[in-house]
Each structure stands twice: as structure tokens, then as C-alpha cells.
């Protein structure tokens, strides 16, 4: 009798839900926590994915009870989740909260920490399983996770787990990324560390797999000998906000292509993998970063700038260098662009251009694949003048989902042929909407599923590729030839415009 897929445990169908555990939360006064992680919390509660006796602690320098905490908490959750608020899940979920008032170098205060993760191991039953979610500036990371091993609280015992999560940056450039990877692994295993790229989170990020490996009509055409390059674009059309004190340094090339683009690069660039667990899956995107080479000359084939005061969703705004706590001789960019080739058979001769920006015409991340031109011969000049370059376009921001553009002919008389549009999107697919890329990261972190997270050899290899640009930037600011200015609400600086035209390209305008 065959047996029934509803009713095997490998059926990735079937939800997965998280076994007794607990989750300690360091930095819940900041924006990540209360905006993503705190919702994503309750999200998971209420689709029914938590264990009953989940527990979250927060960490923090605040004179809380558990009841301050709570109230925190709720207020986010109210502001933040997709999900409905019901009182019943709510009221579950809260009896599992606890709060440690104290620094990170606190011996008293992390001796506390350790009680209170005993206690909720009787009341709770959480089983001696807790992940460590540090919401905090990278250069914490050091002392908190001292702290953890000195206390004791990164040792699990008998079946039980402890595991350690880290958010972006991760480091500052190879070698700090380096230091920090020393750290981590001089305290967890290397399978209790997970590295939050929120991006790898996002349904159509994940989709991009699915494209290619479960269909047979892309991935034939999906090299050199049919795509000309490709195009990969995060967009935003707002400015720094008040992270000046986070973003003045950092810039955008470090805040996103060393992490975010390189990451969608791998996952379009992969071989397919021979199983999709989390090694398989590695191996390949090793590979495709491994495999990246810089153009010779970096002044021609990167770009840089900084937004200028202008007009951007309909109100005045400030330049970058007139934002508060900005000086006004930063270098920091808040648009970059660079030039990249992959040495592989595949893509050999294929340019993938990586660009991101901030106060640029709207907010937008796809990933643009544009093949090659048709020769036509069927075909005379004036019948094709208005016919680009096909293009398969996968939307992972804001409207998920997927656009083919191909030449079709205009109804008449006349051989007239233009450009047609066939789209996907997943709310007009599918009924149910799809989830906050945190929630399943953090559900992925409870339940050890390690494929979304990079590993500390991808964090740096991609410091590889990004460190020599960086250093070129550098060595231009002491030139004086300092990021270009570029309007709000535009579409960056011209270099970035010249830096496609020396090609004989241009840049989709999403």
C-alpha cells in the first residue's frame, strides 16, 4: 500500500514547527527589534509555529520588570505584525516573557541571565534550548558573546542547543570580518552560528531557485551564449533617516552590495546543486563568489556618489551632506555601483552590473537577466526600431514577482514589432500572503535549518571581491576626487550612467 506524503516527516509541504526553545533578545530598544524581530515573533505564535512554552528574554541597559517588557513588546507587535492581533495567542505568548536589566559587562547581570534561562527551562520547559539574538552595533558582538561563554551560556548539555545570531555587518572589511568570525567561532560550533541576511528571507529571493531548478525552459538559455549581462538594482527612495551615526563610514557598498547583492548575484550565477540542504547549496555559492574577477581598471567600470538637496515623493529634502550628524566633508557614498565578471564557463565574457542607492526614483530591488539581441534577418530596421533586448526580471521588492519582456508584433497591417510585458506577481497567485523574511529566518534559527544564512567562508570571500574597490575609492577621496553628486529622486550620479555606456548599455529604469 503506497504510503501517504501528507504523513511523511520529509514533506516540505507540511509546516514546520519549532521544538521547546527560547529566544534571548539583545538590543530590544532598537529599531530591528521592535520594526522585525519582535513582530516576526508574534507572527510565528500566531500561525501557530512556535512550541507552546516559547520564551523571549530581553536583554538591555532599562530599569524593566517582565511587565515593561511586555508592554514594549506589545506596542511593536500592535504597530509592526502582518498577522491579526488575537488576545489568545497574545496572551500565550506573554506568560513566556522575561527581562534582565544590565551592560554588556555586567558579570551580575548575566549571572541573572543564566537564572532566568534555568527558571524558563522548569516553568516553560523550554528544554535548555536558547538562540542568542544580538541586535546590537557589531562591535558589542565581542563582549556579549565573551560574556555568554564566562557565564556558562553557550554550553548546551545532552541533546540540548544553544545558538548564536548576528546581524549585519558583518565586519567592516576582510580583516575585521576575519576578527569577528574568530570570535564567534572561538565560542559556538560552526553549525550554532547564523548570520542574518534578511534578503535571503524574502520569497522571491528563494524563488529565484525555484525558477531556474524546477522549470525547463530558463535554464538552457541561462549563459553566455544567450545573456548578454545582467542587472541587479536595490533602490530606495528615502534618505538616511536618523542612522547617520550608523551609516557615515559605512556607505553603501558596504551597507549592501558586500552582503545583500553579492548574495542574489551567487543564487542567479549557482550551478545547480545536487540536493538543497545547507553544504550543497554553500558549495555552489562558493563557487560562483570564488569565481569573481574585477576589471582592470575599477575609475571606469565602478561608481560612487552622494544625494543632493532636491525634491523627492513630492517634499524638499536635504542633501546627505546636510543631514544632521553628517559632516560636511564625508566621503561616505550613498550610491554605488560596480562591474563584476564571473570566470566561469557559464558566464565567461557575461558583465553582471550591481548598483544601489539611496533617494533615487523609487524603492525597488530586482534582479534584471537581458539576453542577447536577435539578428533580425527576417526583419528590416524600421520594423524592430522600438524592439530592446528580451528580459526576464525577477521583482523582489516591493510587488514580488516576476516580468518576461518580449518582442510581439502591434496589431495592422504593417510588420511593426514591440516590446509586450507578461507578469507575475505572487498576491494575484497565490491566496496567502507571503511571510516577513524574518519570520522565517528566525523560524529556520529555532529549528537549526541553516540554508538562508551565509557562512563565515562566504562573508569572506565577498570582503575579497568588495576590499580592492574600496581601497580605489579611498585612494580617490585623498586625490580629491570625492563620491559625485546626484539629484533626489533621480536615478544616481552620470558616472554610473557612463560606466554602462562604455559597454553600449544602459540601466533599466524600474
Not at 502591434?410 to 496567502?432: C, H, K, L, Q, W
Not at 558616472?495 to 544602459?506: F, K
Amino acid at each position: 500500500m503506497a504510503s501517504n506524503p501528507l504523513r511523511d516527516p520529509q514533506d516540505r509541504r507540511l509546516p514546520r514547527i519549532a521544538g521547546p526553545c527560547g529566544l534571548v533578545l539583545f538590543g530590544v530598544t532598537g529599531d530591528l527589534s521592535r520594526k522585525k524581530v519582535m513582530p516576526a515573533i508574534y507572527d510565528l505564535a500566531n500561525r501557530g509555529l512556535l512550541p507552546p512554552g516559547f520564551s523571549l528574554t530581553g536583554f538591555a541597559r532599562r530599569d524593566w520588570a517582565d511587565e515593561d517588557f511586555a508592554q514594549v513588546v506589545h506596542d511593536a507587535v500592535k504597530e509592526h505584525s502582518r498577522t491579526p492581533f488575537r488576545e489568545e495567542v497574545w496572551d500565550q505568548l506573554a506568560e513566556g516573557f522575561r527581562f534582565v536589566p544590565g551592560e554588556f559587562d555586567d558579570d551580575v547581570a548575566f549571572e541573572q541571565l543564566r537564572h532566568t534561562i534555568e527558571e524558563l527551562d522548569v516553568s516553560r520547559g523550554t528544554g535548555g534550548n536558547h538562540a542568542f539574538y544580538l541586535a546590537i552595533p557589531p562591535a558589542f558582538f565581542g563582549d556579549v558573546v565573551g560574556q555568554l561563554k564566562e557565564h556558562g551560556l553557550a554550553d548546551a548539555a545532552g541533546d540540548s542547543w544553544r545558538r548564536v545570531v548576528v546581524e549585519k555587518p558583518f565586519g567592516h572589511d576582510l580583516r575585521s570580518a576575519r576578527e569577528l568570525n574568530g570570535i564567534l567561532d572561538g565560542v559556538f560550533p560552526d553549525g550554532s552560528i547564523f548570520r542574518i541576511d534578511h534578503y535571503l528571507g524574502k520569497e522571491t529571493v528563494q524563488n529565484i531557485l525555484a525558477l531556474r531548478f524546477a522549470n525547463t525552459m530558463f535554464e538552457p538559455i541561462w549563459n553566455a551564449n544567450y545573456v548578454d549581462h545582467v542587472q541587479i538594482t536595490m533602490a530606495e527612495d528615502v534618505g538616511i533617516g536618523g542612522r547617520a551615526g550608523y551609516y557615515d563610514g559605512i556607505g553603501a557598498a558596504r551597507d549592501v552590495i558586500q552582503n545583500h547583492l553579492l548574495q542574489l548575484m551567487s543564487l542567479v550565477a549557482m550551478e545547480e546543486p545536487t540536493t538543497f540542504d545547507a553544504q550543497a547549496l554553500r558549495i555552489e555559492k562558493q563557487k560562483v563568489l570564488s569565481s569573481v574577477r574585477l576589471p582592470s581598471d575599477l575609475g571606469a567600470t565602478t561608481a560612487r556618489g552622494q544625494y543632493a538637496a532636491g525634491w523627492a515623493g513630492g517634499e524638499k529634502v536635504p542633501g546627505f551632506l546636510q543631514e544632521e550628524g553628517i559632516s560636511a566633508t564625508s566621503t561616505t557614498e550613498t550610491f554605488a555601483a560596480v562591474t563584476l565578471h564571473v570566470d566561469t564557463r557559464r558566464w565567461a565574457g557575461v558583465p553582471f552590473y550591481l548598483r544601489t542607492g539611496k533617494r533615487l526614483g523609487r524603492r525597488v530591488t530586482e534582479v534584471a537577466v537581458v539576453f542577447k539581441r536577435a539578428p533580425h534577418q527576417l526583419f528590416n530596421p524600421t520594423a524592430t526600431e522600438e524592439l530592446t533586448q528580451n528580459a526576464l526580471v525577477i521583482r523582489v521588492q516591493p510587488d514580488e514577482g516576476m516580468t518576461v519582456r518580449f518582442g510581439s508584433k502591434v496589431p495592422g497591417t504593417a510588420m511593426e514589432i514591440r516590446d509586450v510585458n507578461m507578469d507575475f506577481a505572487y498576491g494575484g497567485s497565490f491566496t496567502e500572503a507571503s511571510p516577513e523574511a524574518y519570520e522565517r529566518l528566525i523560524l529556520d534559527v529555532l529549528l537549526g535549518d541553516p540554508p538562508l544564512f551565509p557562512r563565515h567562508e562566504e562573508v569572506e570571500l565577498s570582503w575579497q571581491i568588495l576590499d580592492p574597490i574600496l581601497d580605489f575609492w579611498a585612494k580617490q577621496d585623498k586625490r580629491g576626487a570625492g563620491p559625485e553628486q546626484y539629484p533626489s529622486g533621480g536615478w544616481g550620479p552620470g558616472s554610473a550612467e557612463a560606466m554602462l555606456a562604455r559597454d553600449g548599455r544602459t540601466w533599466r529604469r524600474p
